[in-house]
Nanobody
Framework: QVQLVESGGGLVQSGGSLRLSCEAS????????MAWYRQAPGKEREMVAS???????NYLNSVKGRFTISRDNAKKAAYLQMNSLKPEDTAVYYC???????????????????WGQGTLVTVSA
C-alpha cells in the first residue's frame, strides 16, 4: 500500500515561515511529478507548486518568490518552503505524486496519482 504522509503545518503569524514535508511509503514504483495543492474554506483546490523528476518547477503566481518546492528522490520526498506567509495562504495543503508502475517485462507502465491526507496551515494577521 503506497501512501503519502505530510507534515509541517501549523499556526504562524503573517510574515512567518513554515516548511511542509511529504514522504511516500511502499515500493514497486518510481515517482514522476510531485506537487503541492491547497484548498481554503469555500474555495476550490488549486495547485501551489509542482516539480518534475528532473527538478523543473512551476508555481502559482501569488506564491512566486515566497514559496520554494524541492524534492529528494532517494527519500521519495517533496518539500515546500513557505516564507513571507500571508493570511490568504491559510488553507489545507495537500501533496500529490504521480507514480510510475511498470506492469510487464516489456516495460509497459501505468501512472497512478496519489494524494496525502492534507496538513492545515493557518496564517494569522
Amino acid at each position: 500500500q503506497v501512501q503519502l504522509v505530510e507534515s509541517g503545518g501549523g499556526l504562524v503569524q503573517s510574515g512567518g515561515s513554515l516548511r511542509l514535508s511529504c514522504e511516500a511509503s511502499g515500493s514497486g514504483y518510481s515517482i514522476q511529478d510531485m506537487a503541492w495543492y491547497r484548498q481554503a474554506p469555500g474555495k476550490e483546490r488549486e495547485m501551489v507548486a509542482s516539480i518534475t523528476s528532473g527538478g523543473n518547477t512551476n508555481y502559482l503566481n501569488s506564491v512566486k518568490g515566497r514559496f520554494t518546492i524541492s524534492r529528494d528522490n532517494a527519500k521519495k520526498a517533496a518539500y515546500l518552503q513557505m516564507n513571507s506567509l500571508k493570511p490568504e495562504d491559510t488553507a489545507v495543503y495537500y501533496c500529490k505524486a504521480d507514480l510510475k508502475i511498470v506492469v510487464n517485462v516489456e516495460g509497459a507502465y501505468r501512472i497512478r496519482e496519489i494524494w496525502g491526507q492534507g496538513t492545515l496551515v493557518t496564517v494569522s494577521a
